[in-house]
């Protein structure tokens, strides 16, 4: 397969070459030895944790919002014309970074909340908590997953359903044991893909974000900003960590998966 | 009667949920001043437009463009093989195959871009379009198989057997009943692949920081220009737009 050997090589290549950059220092008479002082000096810097914890609660509160939005919209909207489905689904060809923008215009102080409904009592862009940068994958994701349900719930769901009703089965337990299972698989899928997104990506923080903390890729981005060389290490091995975090949530995500399935 | 009017508010309310906050961004790219507490423009311009559209922004516009394009191409062709193979389940053990091919959508691309700059700086690739259509292509191709395999199966191969057993020859059976039947998931792939390039930042940074594509000429001008902003973001909707467009009227399903 051609496609693997792409993926193999480019993406394996960029993997290897993250480390090699993180493992060997630049000095200013080319390359160094070998080392783990780049590692040791990221693992022992207090800013890299905050980012870290900030990064994951991020991804973890704009994925579990984005699922329970659109979980409930699907079930919604299952028995509804294509009218509704298109409408929900407009967000997904929008970029990112263009949601940002939206959420600048209107969210942030002096934006246009705050000029039809008077100063809002809290900040939604570049607040500490990063609720801006949630609000955007939100706005952004939910519509992709609930394309990803819809597309699961097909007609033979219906039938199904229809005939654990004749069975006297109530509402709830039609949720329980018909629909669950038909989209727990696309739902925990996509979950995985927006939270490594949510994890990795920088452009929404820098636009919506706070100055402080800063996200991992934020942090990563820094590093060169502060110090050329010692600085492309730090950033491989922060970039190496946020990759670490991303597939360590999408384990948690399928082995939770897992364990909804034995239940 | 009432659920039908229950549904029509549904529907209200969700185009306003879409189009109000976009429309704001089209107010503000045409708002040369609009200070708080002012709920209307002080005063409409064009001098966001013309920022947009100076040199560095076109440029940027057209090597966005060049590179979704070429890569939804490229991803096209080398996914297909690969989604055929998984789709019909000729794969004894496709997980670690499936694990493998989807495995660039957990890693943040800006860490595969910064990866890949460490060899492209060697091969003259950085800062080049063809150094961006790989980065891209390294995050396209997962996307582009994910959706293509559904078009694949024991339906599709039914099919092409039919038409096998009619006398058809390979290119012809390719061309009305393979491509008939599997364009509507191409057309999604199609638009998703270059929907991902499009809005791709942190691969674009980290291999053609000296090529500027147009997330990356947009973002600084959030925090301090929304004028421009908003102009830019227009020029950046706009293909995405058309993309859904070209995308739902090649979906139309011929059988």
Same mark, same amino acid.
Do not use: C
């Given at each position: 397969?051609?496609?693997?050997?792409?993926?193999?090589?480019?993406?394996?290549?960029?993997?290897?070459?993250?480390?090699?950059?993180?493992?060997?220092?630049?000095?200013?008479?080319?390359?160094?030895?070998?080392?783990?002082?780049?590692? =040791?000096?990221?693992?022992?810097?207090?800013?890299?944790?905050?980012?870290?914890?900030?990064?994951?609660?991020?991804?973890?509160?704009?994925?579990?919002?984005?699922?329970?939005?659109?979980?409930?919209?699907?079930?919604?909207? =299952?028995?509804?014309?294509?009218?509704?489905?298109?409408?929900?689904?407009?967000?997904?060809?929008?970029?990112?970074?263009?949601?940002?923008?939206?959420?600048?215009?209107?969210?942030?102080?002096?934006?246009?909340?705050?000029?039809?409904?008077?100063?809002?009592?809290?900040?939604?862009?570049?607040?500490?908590?990063?609720?801006?940068?949630?609000?955007?994958?939100?706005?952004?994701?939910?519509?992709?997953?609930?394309?990803?349900?819809?597309?699961?719930?097909?007609?033979?769901?219906?039938?199904?359903?229809?005939?654990?009703?004749?069975?006297?089965?109530?509402?709830?337990? =039609?949720?329980?044991?018909?629909?669950?299972?038909?989209? =727990?698989?696309?739902?925990?899928?996509?979950?995985?893909?927006?939270?490594?997104?949510?994890?990795?990506?920088?452009?929404?923080?820098?636009?919506?974000?706070?100055?402080?903390?800063?996200?991992?890729?934020?942090?990563?981005?820094?590093?060169?900003?502060?110090?050329?060389?010692?600085?492309?290490?730090?950033?491989?091995?922060?970039?190496?960590?946020?990759?670490?975090?991303?597939?360590?949530?999408?384990?948690?995500?399928?082995?939770?998966?897992?364990?909804?399935?034995?239940? | 009667?009432?659920?039908?009017?229950?549904?029509?508010?549904?529907?209200?309310?969700?185009?306003?949920?879409?189009?109000?906050?976009?429309?704001?961004?089209?107010?503000?790219?045409?708002?040369?001043?609009?200070?708080?507490?002012?709920?209307?423009?002080?005063?409409?311009?064009?001098?966001?437009?013309?920022?947009?559209?100076?040199?560095?922004?076109?440029?940027?516009?057209?090597?966005?463009?060049?590179?979704?394009?070429?890569?939804?191409?490229?991803?096209?062709?080398?996914?297909?093989?690969?989604?055929?193979?998984?789709?019909?389940?000729?794969?004894?053990?496709?997980?670690?195959?499936?694990?493998?091919?989807?495995?660039?959508?957990?890693?943040?691309?800006?860490?595969?871009?910064?990866?890949?700059?460490?060899?492209?700086?060697?091969?003259?690739?950085?800062?080049?379009?063809?150094?961006?259509?790989?980065?891209?292509?390294?995050?396209?191709?997962?996307?582009?198989?994910?959706?293509?395999?559904?078009?694949?199966?024991?339906?599709?191969?039914?099919?092409?057997?039919?038409?096998?057993?009619?006398?058809?020859?390979?290119?012809?059976?390719?061309?009305?009943?393979?491509?008939?039947?599997?364009?509507?998931?191409?057309?999604?792939?199609?638009?998703?692949?270059?929907?991902?390039?499009?809005?791709?930042?942190?691969?674009?940074?980290?291999?053609?920081?000296?090529?500027?594509?147009?997330?990356?000429?947009?973002?600084?001008?959030?925090?301090?220009?929304?004028?421009?902003?908003?102009?830019?973001?227009?020029?950046?909707?706009?293909?995405?737009?058309?993309?859904?467009?070209?995308?739902?009227?090649?979906?139309?399903?011929?059988?």
């Amino acid at each position: 397969m051609p496609a693997l050997a792409v993926i193999v090589v480019l993406f394996g290549g960029a993997l290897a070459g993250a480390a090699k950059t993180s493992l060997v220092p630049l000095t200013n008479s080319g390359l160094g030895h070998p080392t783990l002082a780049t590692w =040791r000096a990221l693992v022992h810097d207090p800013a890299l944790w905050e980012a870290v914890r900030f990064s994951v609660r991020i991804a973890v509160l704009a994925t579990a919002l984005s699922a329970v939005v659109a979980l409930t919209l699907a079930l919604v909207l =299952r028995r509804r014309g294509t009218t509704l489905r298109t409408l929900v689904a407009l967000p997904v060809p929008v970029p990112h970074l263009l949601v940002a923008v939206v959420a600048v215009l209107w969210l942030a102080p002096g934006g246009l909340a705050d000029r039809i409904f008077g100063a809002l009592p809290f900040d939604l862009v570049r607040d500490r908590a990063g609720v801006g940068i949630v609000l955007v994958y939100v706005y952004k994701e939910a519509p992709f997953l609930v394309l990803l349900l819809l597309a699961a719930m097909g007609r033979g769901l219906a039938d199904r359903e229809e005939a654990t009703a004749v069975l006297g089965a109530s509402p709830w337990q =039609r949720v329980r044991w018909v629909i669950w299972p038909a989209v =727990r698989g696309p739902l925990v899928v996509g979950s995985i893909v927006v939270a490594a997104f949510a994890m990795g990506a920088f452009d929404v923080p820098l636009a919506v974000g706070p100055n402080s903390p800063l996200t991992v890729a934020e942090y990563a981005q820094q590093a060169t900003a502060n110090d050329v060389l010692a600085g492309e290490g730090l950033q491989a091995a922060a970039l190496l960590v946020t990759a670490g975090v991303s597939m360590l949530l999408a384990m948690i995500a399928v082995r939770f998966a897992k364990d909804v399935q034995g239940g | 009667m009432a659920e039908r009017r229950l549904q029509r508010a549904a529907a209200v309310l969700l185009a306003g949920a879409f189009a109000l906050p976009l429309a704001a961004i089209v107010v503000r790219a045409f708002a040369d001043a609009w200070r708080a507490p002012a709920i209307v423009p002080q005063q409409l311009g064009l001098r966001g437009i013309r920022e947009a559209l100076s040199g560095a922004t076109l440029e940027a516009l057209t090597n966005s463009l060049v590179v979704a394009g070429v890569v939804t191409a490229i991803a096209l062709v080398i996914g297909w093989p690969a989604a055929r193979v998984l789709g019909e389940r000729r794969l004894r053990r496709p997980a670690p195959v499936f694990l493998l091919l989807a495995l660039p959508l957990l890693v943040p691309s800006y860490a595969t871009g910064e990866g890949l700059t460490e060899w492209f700086l060697r091969i003259g690739l950085i800062d080049s379009l063809p150094g961006l259509v790989l980065a891209h292509l390294v995050l396209v191709l997962p996307y582009v198989i994910l959706v293509l395999i559904a078009a694949f199966g024991p339906p599709l191969t039914a099919l092409e057997e039919m038409g096998r057993s009619q006398g058809l020859g390979t290119l012809s059976r390719f061309r009305l009943v393979t491509m008939p039947a599997v364009r509507p998931t191409l057309a999604a792939a199609a638009f998703l692949g270059f929907l991902v390039s499009w809005s791709e930042y942190g691969s674009s940074l980290a291999v053609g920081g000296g090529r500027p594509m147009l997330p990356v000429v947009l973002l600084p001008f959030v925090r301090s220009d929304p004028q421009v902003a908003s102009a830019i973001s227009l020029l950046f909707l706009a293909p995405a737009i058309g993309a859904l467009l070209i995308a739902s009227r090649a979906s139309r399903s011929p059988l």
